[in-house]
């Protein structure tokens, strides 16, 4: 077995990899291509980090490709994340005419590369028109959304359509998230990398230094944000859940996020919430570099309780690093976060700032019922939402593709 | 305890280990009320049905399911209709000719209900049941079990993807819809019926797969005592 297979064994489970083996066999030495927006920040890009390698140990032949972007692309590629989310976003014909011009130059670039490839996955709209670039492709071409497409706002979306339609399939995070294309839609849910610096297992010591650190109280409950400074992440809804919780119960909050490069809105939004909390001593905003992988890992870790407050999500990873953590999470009754969170299992699903606020004071008071979640979590993501899951899906989907719309690919000989 | 000595059967073949994977699709179709939820049932592919009786157990699930389907916890949920998410609950598959005859049952269930009621359930815009189908690819793993004796020890070895594959997906291959070790225990006439009809009576629908093949491998370890024969 590999050495990188065989970490993953210990973790998961050598079942589990075994399968692996057994589903990557057909696909031995196919050439296949990921590409998106960006090496650092963002979930994609952390995925991808480690799904290439995997995919490589295990006999196929990958590359990761990024494109590169101008200010004015990364500004229309912003438009279209919050217009899929469903805000309305106006989008100018200089940026659309930026997207286009990027993805031209860009595929240019990697044609030969593409154009050879058994499989390509295009990840989120940015590359999306990479396909209609490359007119003599022979293998199949997959669009991965990443993103809530559950009400995408529909000016924007009936654009991007014209270049996701061609595609021999997309993959969509959950199923009320697919869209009407002319095209088979899977549905595959992401991933985290247990074996990652943000999730590997670290010493007590490790740990505990994020109180010093960050200047934070041993001795208070500590609840913390993990995610981009993002109107949709609702950070202010955070700090007003504290504040009311504050009133019944002692604690600290920690709001900690990074950014990333294809994120010009962020700045503004931090703004906000610096103000937000400027009179709470006992309110942490830390704005991370995109490497502080094991600084995350430690918060989250030092944590009693992990909230998620979204407004939109597309998964929420963040979500799934907290519960392998075995800590419970308050999250946002939306998106991915419905099929992480099974309220009063392994947290709470809450609508408000309010609900976030009671379902604080709850755990802090009944430890015996955050403790239970903690490992309930653990367990949920064990099963589920490991990266050797998502990699699984990966390969029967490449099968599938290969197969047509069979309900059975029967590869018994 | 079963004697711990047995002989290849000249009636039977060696068990051939499978694996299998599976992924799920969108099927364009879902549901906001009732009404909808009915006529999604009339249109969605038999694959659809399939995964929402068993498919769903290669997806993320909690491993105390209130209901056996999905279609009976979506009724409960986010209808409120608790009679008849236990209506939905008790269909078994297995008891029924074809995925066709399923379908049929679950929509005539529907139906009654509506005409029963004099308003039409309805949930939230974002609570909608989604209809998904899946694909399913089928793998050899080239392993066989020569002998029955030989159980107990190879289950627990085997991934989800097997255990799925002979104790859930067989249900709808074999002949007496059960799974796929009590069908190769009939090689040997008579002498595993006992086995047979345990691994019969292990319900598989309200168990994670990892559940069940920890439940299979306990009835054979009694069975072969300890597993060790």
């Known amino acids: ?413 | 305890m079963a004697e711990q000595v047995d002989d290849k059967s000249p009636l039977t073949q060696p068990f051939n280990i499978r694996d299998c994977a599976l992924v799920s699709m969108a099927t364009g179709y879902k549901a906001q009320n009732l009404r909808e939820f009915k006529e999604g049932l009339l249109r969605v592919p038999e694959g659809s049905i399939y995964h929402h009786f068993w498919g769903r157990f290669l997806e993320p699930q909690f491993d105390e399911p209130e209901y056996s389907n999905d279609f009976a916890a979506w009724v409960y949920h986010r209808l409120n209709e608790k009679a008849l998410a236990e209506k939905l609950s008790v269909i078994d598959p297995a008891d029924y000719e074809d995925i066709e005859s399923v379908r049929q049952e679950l929509v005539e269930r529907v139906e009654d209900r509506l005409y029963e009621n004099e308003f039409v359930p309805w949930t939230r815009a974002d609570e909608q049941f989604y209809f998904v189908r899946s694909q399913i690819v089928v793998l050899d793993t080239g392993r066989y079990l020569e002998i029955p004796s030989d159980l107990p020890s190879r289950v627990p070895e085997m991934t989800i993807g097997s255990i799925f594959y002979h104790f859930i997906d067989a249900r709808k291959r074999t002949e007496d819809r059960s799974d796929d070790f009590s069908a190769w225990l009939t090689g040997w006439g008579d002498k595993y019926n006992d086995l047979r009809l345990k691994l019969m009576a292990v319900d598989p629908f309200f168990s994670s797969l990892k559940e069940l093949r920890f439940m299979v491998t306990r009835v054979l370890e009694e069975y072969f005592g300890g597993g060790n024969s």
């Open chain 1, 1 to 413: 077995m590999n050495e990188l297979l065989d970490r993953y064994a210990e973790v998961a489970g050598r079942d589990v990899v075994n399968h692996l083996y057994q589903l990557a066999a057909p696909l031995k030495g196919m050439k296949v291509v990921h590409v998106n927006s960006t090496k650092e920040g963002g979930g994609v890009a952390e995925i991808l980090r480690k799904l290439v390698p995997m995919m490589e140990a295990l006999g196929l032949d990958v590359k990761w490709e990024v494109l590169e972007g101008s200010p004015d692309f990364y500004q229309c590629t912003k438009g279209f994340h919050n217009a899929i989310q469903g805000f309305p976003v106006e989008l100018s014909e200089a940026m659309l005419e930026a997207y286009e011009t990027v993805n031209a130059e860009n595929a240019e670039r990697l044609r030969p590369v593409l154009e050879e490839a058994d499989f390509v996955f295009i990840h989120d709209p940015q590359p999306a028109p990479f396909l209609n670039f490359c007119p003599n492709r022979r293998g199949k071409w997959v669009w991965r959304c990443h993103i809530d497409c559950s009400r995408p706002y529909r000016p924007v979306w009936k654009y991007l359509k014209n270049w996701i339609q061609d595609y021999d399939a997309s993959i969509f995070s959950l199923a009320q998230f697919a869209q009407l294309l002319p095209h088979p839609q899977y549905l595959i849910a992401p991933s985290i990398d247990p074996l990652s610096e943000k999730n590997i297992d670290l010493p007590e010591d490790e740990i505990s230094e994020v109180f010093d650190q960050f200047g934070l109280k041993p001795d208070l409950p500590l609840i913390l944000q993990v995610s981009r400074f993002d109107r949709f992440k609702d950070p202010l809804g955070v700090i007003e859940a504290y504040k009311q919780a504050r009133k019944m119960v002692p604690l600290q909050l920690v709001l900690a996020g990074g950014g990333a490069t294809d994120d010009p809105e962020g700045e503004k939004v931090l703004d906000e919430v610096r103000k937000a909390a400027e009179d709470n001593e006992d309110v942490h905003v830390l704005l991370l570099p995109p490497d502080a992988h094991r600084t995350i890992n430690a918060l989250q870790r030092a944590s009693d309780i992990v909230l998620q407050k979204s407004i939109k999500e597309g998964f929420g990873l963040t979500v799934t690093e907290a519960m392998w953590k075995g800590k419970p999470v308050i999250g946002g009754d939306t998106g991915g976060i419905r099929l992480q969170v099974v309220d009063h299992f392994t947290g709470f699903r809450v609508r408000s700032p309010e609900g976030a606020a009671l379902r604080i004071r709850y755990l802090l008071h009944r430890t015996d019922r955050l403790e239970e979640m903690g490992i309930r979590a653990r367990r949920l993501v064990l099963e589920n939402f490991l990266l050797t899951r998502h990699l699984r899906e990966y390969l029967a989907l490449m099968i599938g593709v290969l197969h047509g719309l069979e309900d059975r690919i029967d590869m018994v000989q």
